[in-house]
Each structure stands twice: as C-alpha cells, then as structure tokens.
C-alpha cells in the first residue's frame, strides 16, 4: 500500500479509509483522532473523540463534559487498532498533550503532525520525529524570513524591563492554552519567583497544567482592587484584554506581547505592543526544513500557514509535495 492511499484531503479534514477516522476535522463527525487542545484543531460535537490523557482534560476545561458523546484517550507510545487501521501518538512539543498522529497500514506509515515546535518547552514533551513516508507538516512560519530567537533572550527583555520600570505593571498577551503556561514557566526558569497575575480568563487552563504536574510558580488573580499592587509585577491577559477597558485599569502599564507574530514589526505595532517578545509554539522555518529532512518522508503535504514557500523547498530538496487548503486551520492561537 502507499503511504498516500492513508489518507484522504477533504474539504473537512484529513481522513483515515481504513480506519474511518478523521484527524482535526472541522466539523463533528462519528469519530475524531484530534492533535491538541487548540480551538481550530479541537473543535466540539464529535461523536467519538480520541486523544491524550492531557488533550482530554484540556477540551473538557474549555466545552465542558457534554461536549463530545464519547471520549477516548491513548497515551503517547501505547498503539490502538481501528479498522484496518493501527494509530499511536508520538509528542508534538506544541502545548500540553499535543501530539502528532502515527496511522500505519499495509506496511505503510502516514504522520500527522498537527502543530509542533522543536524548542524545549519546559511545559510539556519534546517533539518526537516518525521516520515516515508521508508527513503532513504544519506551515505557520514557512517564511525563509522567520526565524525565532532564543527564548532566553525575549524573556530576558521583560526582566529588563521590569527592572528599568519598577513603577509599572507589566502586561503580557498571552493566548490561553500553551503560551501562557509556558511563559510563566520560562519566567521560574529565568529566576522570576514573586508571583504571576493572571487574567480570569486564563485560570482555568493553568490550573488544568497544574493538576497534571506542570509547575507554574505562584499565580494570583489580576484584581482591580489592590491596582498599586501591580507596580512592577508581571500581569498575563488574553490580548483582546489588552486591547480593552480592562487594561486601563492597571497601573501605568507597559503593553507586552509573547508571540511569533511579534517578529512583524506591523502587527506590534498594530496592536499597540510596546515590548515584543518572539516567542513561539510553532517551528520556523529552519526547523521546519529539519524536520522535513528528520522523517526522511518522500511525500510531504503542507497545511495552514506559508504552505507555497514550503512546497517549492521540498521540490527543490527533490521530495513530493502539495499544500492541502483545509477550511477554518490556521485560525491558530499562537
Ligand atoms: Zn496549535
Ligand atoms: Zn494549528
């Protein structure tokens, strides 16, 4: 069997023949192999949902238990047998549980990688590469021009920061899931020990990470209450919080943002970020090109991001590949 022949490019999704599975799809169906807990990967209704331990807990955090009739977990390594079909997960060092999807059949080896990033992340496993025939690869950063600095480095502007301007609080935008857990853990990694203020909005997915042993330092809730409190803490907010009325509320506040998208001066400047940090839960694009190499895959299909650029490095290192447009990836939490 060929590796292609595993998988199917809908208009909803990849699909799986011999297992009649779907892996992210965009819309509910009978049974959903989903990569991670984010909102265009993870979406509600599906009759069967099979992922992580840890994607499990976080979907239930965000949908609640009703959400998905039946849900299925598989650890990273254990391996299942569906249909004709056999799938395992393998770490996908994006957020929490993320993982890439191993389906096998007729001595054929498909993987879907979901979203990763090749960093350490000290907030969940490592990315694992499959030596596989066909890799489907995320491409958010699939710009030659993309390439991440060290997160020691933009972790270490805030720290700056925080000690030029005592007498401000410092707010960071940061999405829900991944980013905001993982730059607190940074931040204890950099010595930061006082407490982190978090944004009501973000509790509950930090406290999913703690129950599942991820340490986050201590964090307390950002009340308006003790405002003066805030000079020269470090405050973590969804960054619709910060484009709003509840970011006038804290004291003096230099506007900060964690993200990938920080390295195009004109969306920090969009959003009126005054201290950019590039830090990232998706590969750029050196690690991108690595990695494609890593699996030694002769068929690569690229999906949401820079999908054109990617494809024409992969003809040019001589392996097949095409973009696969699916509706709704990509609308990524980064
Ligand atoms: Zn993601
Ligand atoms: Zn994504």
Redesign the pocket.
């Known amino acids: 069997m060929r590796a292609t022949d595993l998988l199917e490019s809908r208009p909803d999704g990849l699909y799986c023949p011999q297992g009649d599975f779907w892996i992210d799809p965009v819309r509910p169906k009978p049974r959903a192999v989903v990569t ?1 807990g ?1 909102a ?2 993870c979406r509600p209704g599906h009759e069967a949902l099979l992922v992580t331990p840890e994607t499990a807990r976080i979907a239930a955090a965000r949908y609640g238990a009703g959400a998905f009739g039946a849900v299925e977990t598989l650890r990273c390594g254990e391996t299942l047998r569906i249909g004709d079909a056999t799938l395992r997960f393998a770490p996908a060092g ?2 929490l549980g ?1 993982a890439q999807a191993v389906i096998e059949a007729g001595g054929a080896r498909a993987v879907v990688s ?2 990763y990033k090749r960093r350490p992340d000290p907030t969940c496993a490592d990315f694992e590469p499959v030596p596989c025939d066909l890799f489907v690869t995320e491409a958010t950063f699939g710009l030659p021009v993309f390439r991440h600095p060290p997160t020691e480095t933009e972790v270490g502007k805030l720290l700056a920061s925080l000690a030029r301007f005592p007498e401000r609080a410092h707010a960071v935008g940061v999405y829900a899931l ?1 980013k905001a857990q993982r730059l607190a853990a940074e931040l204890r990694r950099a010595g930061w020990d006082r407490p982190i203020f978090i944004h009501g909005a973000l509790q509950k997915l930090c406290d999913v990470y703690r129950d599942l042993g991820v340490d986050l330092g201590p964090l307390e809730p950002a009340t308006a209450k003790e405002k003066d409190r805030l000079r020269g803490e470090i405050v973590l907010a969804p960054p619709s919080a910060l484009a709003d009325r509840w970011a006038r509320r804290l004291p003096d506040p230099v506007i900060c943002a964690a993200s990938g998208w920080m390295q195009v001066r004109q969306r920090a400047k969009q959003r009126g970020v005054e201290l950019a940090m590039v830090i990232s ?1 998706h590969a750029d694009w050196d690690e991108l090109c690595a990695t494609l190499r890593e699996t030694g895959a002769e068929t690569v299909w690229v999906t949401h991001g820079a999908e054109e650029a990617l494809c024409r490095w992969c003809a040019l290192a001589g392996v097949d590949a095409r973009p696969l447009s699916i509706f709704g990836l990509g609308d ?3």
Do not use: A, L
């Open positions: 991670h984010h265009d990967h994006h957020v993320s979901g979203d991944g839960d990524e939490e980064e």
